[in-house]
């Protein structure tokens, strides 16, 4: 197991500064492409939805445009719902488990709710199969007032306006093995913090608001999902990466407290998808579909019991 004594950028025990921020972004390679894999897909949506550029990032020498895609049938005495992918640019399925759900099942939903998705919020980090943005800021802990990623600050800028409008928001995440071996040593080793090991969840999650938990509403996704893939047990303290396991499948975050893309809206049904890609379990296919049918459950539930206390 990887520790922060043994990452290969920094002094341990000390945050990085700007000497070591740079050192880790001359190691990132471009290994994708968001236009061709993004880009392209949305292109071919244009026929039967709206598309917007909310915001573009300027990340010398690259220029990324963040894309929406909305219901062109927009009605405002309609109930709404967002779906966001790629917070994380390498939670590949994310990204691509949302331009699957807009392409198959969007349509279907047309004339009983709107429905806007944010398929890759970080570009950037897509093309480099990384966590953090180019200057090493966890776009998932920045959804907050002046917040220090473009990736976060423009996605609130593109919901304000739907805030306290929104029924329902599912954001599509994965837990992977390098969150283990990369990504959790790197935030030690950046916070100059001892690297305490975790499990990685062998199964698809789901990570609901502690401050508005909606368990029902939990329970429902994660049955329509586990018809799909198989969902992570608890450990051996009851718990999935160190949160008590509330209902198979499900732990709760405060998401709006931790700056999490779950909290920027005030819908009644939140969630947090977790695909976890690197199971012998599970395909690439199945991952994609494990996210479709997250987001459809979802939004099924929230009509369903929309009139409901």
């Known amino acids: 197991m990887t520790t922060q004594a043994t990452y290969p950028i920094g002094t341990p025990g000390r945050p990085w500064g700007a000497t070591e921020k740079a050192d880790w972004l001359s190691r990132q390679r471009r290994k994708r492409s968001f236009e061709t894999d993004v880009l392209a897909a949305v292109e071919r949506l244009r026929p039967g939805f709206d598309v917007e550029e909310y915001g573009r990032l300027d990340y010398g020498p690259d220029r990324y445009p963040l894309l929406a895609v909305r219901s062109r049938d927009w009605q405002d ?10 917070v994380h640019g390498y939670e590949t399925s994310g990204v691509h488990g ?3 759900f807009v392409e198959r099942h969007m349509a279907g939903y047309a004339g009983r709710i709107n429905l806007l998705v944010a398929p890759c919020v970080s570009p950037w980090a897509y093309e480099r199969i990384q966590r953090w943005n180019m200057h090493a800021v966890d776009p998932n802990r920045s959804f907050r007032d002046d917040s220090p990623a473009q990736e976060s600050a423009a996605l609130m800028r593109l919901v304000a306006p739907l805030r306290d409008r929104l029924l ?5 995440h994965e837990t992977t093995d390098t969150d283990e071996s990369e990504f959790r040593p790197a935030l030690a080793a950046r916070d100059g913090v001892a690297y305490v090991p975790d499990e990685v969840p062998d199964g698809f999650y789901l990570v609901g608001d502690s401050d508005n938990p909606q368990p029902e509403f939990q329970r429902a996704v994660i049955a329509a999902v586990a018809q799909v893939t198989h969902i992570a047990p608890a450990d051996r303290d009851g718990a999935i990466i160190g949160s008590p396991m509330v ?3 499900v732990i709760n975050y405060p998401v709006k407290r931790l700056g999490l893309c779950a909290g920027i809206t005030d819908a009644r049904y939140v969630t947090t998808t977790e695909v976890y890609p690197d199971s012998p379990r599970a395909t690439p296919e199945q991952c994609n579909a494990a996210q479709v049918a997250a987001v459809c459950a979802a939004i099924d539930f929230a009509l369903a019991h929309m009139h409901t206390e």
């Open 168 to 172: 329902v928001h599912v954001d599509l």
């Open 77 to 86: 005495g309609l109930p709404a719902a967002l779906v966001t992918g790629g």
């Open 98 to 100: 949302a331009l699957q």
């Open 247 to 249: 209902a198979p499948g």
